[in-house]
């Protein structure tokens, strides 16, 4: 990514990466409201990266009978979508943006989210693509990662869950998405090799940086 040398501090555009590593999802959900509230105060931007421990999460159109069995807690959150799973061997992101900086256009701001997830799956040896007429990203008829968000005042929560490692077996419990008669994948399912999770957090802030243009990023780990 190409930063301008000579760029007055006050006009940088930085965004703040923080990898929470393995957390449970209501302390990752504590934090990401903590920082909504600091963007909304007029704080940088951030990007949450977590691994969550076995969580079922129903957006606000979350039918709970498309939980076939309740094999891990099960939390009703404010974003888009139906049901999903988050477990181990996935990487999620929780961008923390505020979209009014960038023109207050939200179906931009999930079209760009696809596209950095298939980049990103392109640095590992998997092609994958969106469906027409449906928000995520796929291989085939198999989704690799889902997307929700949920928007307060222009500034953005929730995001994007890549599969990365074979996580078939509990996404079993559930209709991904509320789709059914659709699979799941996952880029070592997709690949044949399983990468570690850091170089997908790695793969996944450089996108996500050069894709929204920011002028610097800085990494912390909390």
């Known amino acids: 990514m190409s930063v301008p040398r000579l760029l007055p501090a006050c006009d940088r555009r930085v965004l703040r990466v923080e990898w929470l590593g393995r957390r ?23 990007l949450l990266l977590v691994e969550h421990w076995p ?3 129903l957006g606000r159109r979350g039918d709970e009978r498309h939980v076939l069995a309740a094999s891990a807690p099960i939390v009703r959150v404010n974003r888009g ?8 061997g996935q990487l ?8 009014a900086r960038r023109g207050a256009d939200v179906h931009a701001y999930l079209r760009d989210l696809e596209a950095i997830l298939i980049e990103v799956a392109a640095v590992f040896s998997v092609v994958a693509e969106r469906r027409p007429g449906f928000t ?3 291989v085939g008829n198999d989704k690799l990662a889902a997307i929700g968000v949920g928007i307060r005042r222009w500034v953005t929560m929730h995001g ?13 419990a559930i209709v991904p998405c509320g789709l059914a008669g659709t699979g799941v994948t996952s ?4 690949s044949g090799v399983t990468p570690q999770l850091t170089a997908v957090a790695a793969a996944v802030t450089s996108a996500f940086a050069t894709r929204f243009g920011y002028d610097a990023v800085r990494e912390t780990q909390s």
Do not use: K, S
């Open 24 to 46: 449970h999802y209501d302390d990752a959900l504590a934090i990401q409201t903590a920082r909504r509230d600091a963007v909304l105060a007029g704080a940088e931007d951030h």
């Open 55 to 57: 969580v079922i999460t």
């Open 81 to 88: 979508g139906d049901v999903t799973y988050h477990g181990p």
């Open 92 to 99: 999620v992101g929780y961008p923390i943006v505020d979209l």
């Open 136 to 138: 995520g990203v796929w």
């Open 160 to 172: 994007f869950a890549l599969n990365v490692a074979d996580l078939r077996a509990p996404f079993a």
């Open 187 to 190: 880029l070592a399912t997709a």
